[in-house]
């Protein structure tokens, strides 16, 4: 059992919690993940570890609350416990030989986006990062985002907080103007990643992305988090949990990603309808 050190509102819809897991805390790097349970009965989820304190022997994850799982692990109190918290899986941002970086976040991927980026500015790396969201009220971490980065912009979908507009607006400045960035790292929903990815294409900037497909084991064995890499006229398959989260994000193929992250909307519908009548019944 592992308990909960602490429990932060960010928005309406997302929400941060420190879990007190030694093990973990000492070992797990940016771009790492866990795989968590509520319960004994509940289903496995990965949650991409947003930040360590080895000292006090914690783990912060940052989740949206969309299904569920996610729904359940938020009623969740602060000195209650929840059933397994393994990890840190999957490989770490590769950060050696980089000088000059651009962080591009976008909605709950911010979370995995921002330790990533504070690993980059502990390095001596001069740090870009945008983030973007659909409204002010969806907002999250722009302090953090602020403390770790040499420039920061924020965009939103509606205009109601910094810019009016998507990430790549931003992003296509900065490459037009002249600027070079060793690599350009963007975390955040599938269609914003590809457009990312897009975006930087002409100018043959490095673009890594994070991956987060349907998981369950995640150590290799059950074939759920594949993702096929476009490689030189071939298609070739990778496990996002092992091989992975991070990709070259010119080698995927988003159009079926994006369709396999489909495959299951209504049975998890279904399964937060019924979720959802519990809480209300044991309100």
């Not at 205009?159 to 960035?181: C, D, H, I, Q, W």
């Not at 100018?203 to 988090?225: H, L, Q």
């Amino acid at each position: 059992m592992y308990r909960i050190a602490s429990k932060k509102v960010l928005n309406p819809t997302v929400t941060q919690m420190e879990i007190e897991a030694p093990l973990v805390a000492a070992k797990a790097k940016p771009g790492q993940f866990i795989i968590l349970r509520v319960d004994g009965d509940g289903e496995r989820i990965p949650l991409t570890v947003a930040g360590t304190d080895p000292a006090r022997g914690t783990v912060k994850i940052i989740f949206q609350i969309v299904g569920a799982t996610t729904g359940l692990l938020n009623t969740k109190r602060e000195g209650e416990f929840i059933e397994d918290f393994a990890g840190p899986l999957g490989v770490p941002t590769h950060t050696e030989g980089i000088s000059k970086v651009c962080i591009v976040g976008g909605g709950v991927g911010c979370a995995i986006a921002m330790p990533v980026a504070e690993e980059f500015h502990r390095l001596g790396a001069e740090v870009t990062s945008i983030i973007g969201f659909r409204s002010r009220d969806l907002l999250i971490l722009e302090d953090e985002f602020k403390a770790c980065s040499d420039r920061l912009t924020v965009m939103t979908d509606d205009g109601s907080y910094g810019r009016k507009g998507n990430v790549t607006v931003p992003l296509k400045e900065l490459l037009e103007a002249g600027e070079r960035f060793d690599t350009i790292i963007t975390i955040g929903p599938l269609i914003m990643m590809k457009f990312v990815v897009a975006a930087a294409r002409p100018y043959g900037v490095p673009v890594t992305v994070s991956m987060n497909p349907i998981m369950i084991d995640g150590t290799g064995m059950c074939g759920g988090c594949r993702i096929t890499l476009l490689r030189d006229g071939r298609r070739e398959t990778a496990f996002a949990c092992v091989d992975g989260p991070d990709f070259n994000g010119y080698e995927i193929d988003f159009d079926e990603a994006m369709t396999r992250g489909r495959m299951y909307a209504e049975q998890e519908r279904r399964a937060r309808e019924r979720a959802c009548n519990l809480f209300k019944e044991a309100d």
